[in-house]
């Protein structure tokens, strides 16, 4: 027997992540503040973790587009694939040059584009999506703030977020 109704569970279940971490800065300030001896100083530095924590939650949830879209993603071992009802395609994380939205299709994709390889559309609500939000964030140099902003963006068309930087080392340097 369920006590909770499915909506109320599905919200717990999405809130998770941010109910521990405050939680944990509860704690923090328990410690922090009901002593004057070195667990105060662990107590500060648990409200900072759980601050961190609470951060990188509510990114997450921004990410979050659902995942009643059609297909399936599976990434492992920096393999991303994806296995559509019209396309798919597999891309090795560390060979990705750059990332897009696409918002002209229905529903928007994720556009990851690699040397000599087409480029592989994900929809931003398919099945395992949301395991994209760790794979984009380790990107060298991206910025998951505007990445966010953009999923969120009305506007159509092609909008790249990331690209990674070709040049050579040697000419970095100069």
Do not use: C
């Not at 070195?38 to 509510?58: F, K, R, T, Y």
């Not at 990851?112 to 994209?132: E, H, R, T, Y």
């Amino acid at each position: 027997m369920n006590f909770i109704r499915p909506e109320a569970s599905q919200a717990l279940t999405r809130w998770r992540a941010v109910i521990i971490s405050t939680l944990i800065i509860l704690l923090g300030l328990w410690w922090a503040l009901s002593s004057a001896t070195p667990i105060s100083w662990i107590g500060g530095a648990v409200v900072l973790m759980g601050v961190a924590s609470a951060a990188a939650a509510l990114q997450r949830m921004r990410f979050h587009a659902g995942r009643d879209g059609p297909g399936v993603v599976q990434i492992d071992e920096g393999a991303i694939a994806y296995f559509g009802p019209l396309t798919g395609g597999v891309v090795s994380r560390s060979e990705v040059t750059a990332l897009a939205i696409d918002r002209s299709g229905k529903p928007p994709h994720w556009v990851l584009s690699q040397p000599g390889q087409p480029d592989v559309m994900i929809p931003l609500n398919a099945a395992g999506s949301d395991g994209l939000f760790d794979v984009f964030a380790s990107l060298p140099g991206i910025r998951t703030e505007r990445m966010l902003n953009e999923m969120r963006a009305t506007a159509v068309g092609r909008v790249l977020i990331w690209q990674r930087n070709t040049r050579p080392a040697t000419q970095l340097l100069h």
